[in-house]
């Protein structure tokens, strides 16, 4: 594929833009395959996006999943230009805001109260430090990736100690590895911030018992439903798996691209906020919760959530075929509105040789599979697109048997 133009935009940005130049926070060229994926996007419409050299891309990475019914959804711009019309930036309340927070309630188990920001990070950054309000506590246990902000940023540098100190890891779908925090920190973990699963579905009872433990400890259970709400289940992974948190957050498919994020649960815990400082310039903006209300709506209005499950199952089907017919040493994960490959060679080297060959196979027949981050799949998407992006697989998993790398995963060899 010609990427000329992109290329040569990434290389004026690299000089002058701080986050172009190969930050990991955006799409970083270390996380593509080097010299095959587009950097620079012209325009986008439904499933697909095109580049600014012309080229066609069906899209499973749709915007880190904040794209749920599909890229520029009419039903959804119409409104936020409405909204823009009638003026989004005065910083006082717009009646959007309300009608907003009150369809998210309706809709989010265990939502009494909802407060609306900007971020993911946001989001979650309210939340614990609601929960350390809420029960004087200063540690807070998590797993996944939950923001940017101190408290969980991934890298270390620019932390300082004393806060890092305060927050704890603990491994997912281990109960023990969190049983042993609350044990060495007895009385003093104000909250336990969790995705509900990040590729590895959760094991019987693993919610249930984060739930009970953190009951049993006095802490509060906040799950971070950044990537699953409004993808999942309308009601996230919370009515998906039946577990309901003392305070859950949300953002991507909630507005179908707009920047907004929520933060939901108990109302004596949102009622804090008349001690806790959290506020933003942008909060009151409506433009995209006029985004937010109609894409609520729009997803209340018919089975696009369960299209989505069945498109992301025919997909998974489809490529655990191929990876059986071609003993790929490879394992189709993830549910199915947002699946995933786990490439299970024997170093890290060797999967990222691996991934070399499959996805300049995949991206050069024009379809959009994120090598390093699961996948998402959105209403837009048709059948033949799901075929389609099948038979570019077929020729990944070519490729792989071409370049030596065969040898199916065995059962019972445990991935994460
Ligand atoms: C699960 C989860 N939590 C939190 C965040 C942070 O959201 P944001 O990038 O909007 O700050 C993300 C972003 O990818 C996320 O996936």
Redo the contacts with the bound molecule.
């Keep these: 594929m010609l990427l000329d133009r992109s290329f040569e935009l990434a290389r004026k940005a690299e000089e002058i833009d701080a986050l172009a130049a190969k930050r990991k926070n955006v799409i970083a060229s270390d996380q593509m395959i080097e010299g095959e994926y587009p950097i620079f996007v012209d325009r986008t419409s439904g499933a697909y996006f095109w580049d600014v050299d012309g080229n066609r891309y069906l899209d499973f990475f749709l915007s880190?999943g904040t794209v749920v019914l599909g890229h520029a959804d009419r039903d959804v711009d119409d409104q936020v230009i409405a909204e823009i019309r009638k003026g989004f930036a005065t910083g006082l309340s717009k009646p959007v805001q309300t009608e907003l927070v009150s369809e998210l309630l309706e809709v989010i188990p265990g939502a009494e109260m909802a407060m609306l920001m900007k971020?993911?990070?946001?989001a979650?950054g309210a939340a614990v430090r609601l929960s350390r309000s809420f029960t004087g506590r200063d540690r807070v246990a998590r797993f996944?990736?939950?923001?940017?902000h101190d408290w969980c940023a991934q890298w270390d540098h620019g932390i300082p100690r004393a806060t890092r100190d305060l927050v704890h890891t603990f491994a997912y779908n281990d109960l023990d590895s969190l049983r042993a925090l609350f044990e060495r920190h007895p009385g003093e973990i104000a909250c336990v911030v969790m995705?509900p699963f990040e590729v590895e579905p959760p094991a019987p009872g693993f919610l249930e018992g984060v739930r009970e433990l953190t009951r049993a400890h006095g802490a509060l259970l906040v799950l971070?439903e950044?990537?699953s709400g409004f993808r999942m289940a309308l009601g996230g992974a919370q009515e998906y798996f039946g577990v309901t948190a003392d305070l859950a957050?949300f953002?991507?498919a909630f507005a179908n691209g707009y920047a907004i994020?929520a933060l939901t649960g108990r109302a004596e815990v949102l009622r804090r906020l008349d001690r806790v400082h959290i506020s933003s310039t942008f909060y009151a903006n409506s433009d995209a919760m006029a985004a937010a209300l109609a894409t609520l709506r729009k997803l209340r209005s018919g089975p696009h959530l369960e299209r989505i499950h069945t498109l992301g199952s025919r997909l998974q089907d489809g490529l655990r075929e191929l990876t059986d017919k071609y003993a790929a040493p490879v394992e189709v994960v993830g549910h199915p509105p947002m699946p995933f490959l786990d490439f299970r060679l024997g170093s890290e080297e060797e999967n990222q040789a691996a991934k070399r060959s499959f996805y300049t196979e995949t991206i050069r027949a024009g379809v959009f599979f994120h090598p390093n981050h699961h996948w998402f799949v959105c209403a837009a998407t048709t059948e033949e697109d799901i075929d389609t992006a099948i038979e570019a697989a077929r020729g990944g998993f070519e490729a792989l048997v071409r370049d030596g790398y065969t040898g199916a995963v065995r059962s019972g060899e445990a991935a994460r």
Excluded: I, L
């Design positions: 880190y971020t993911g990070s946001d979650t996944g990736y939950n923001g940017w995705m971070d950044m990537r957050t953002s991507k994020s």
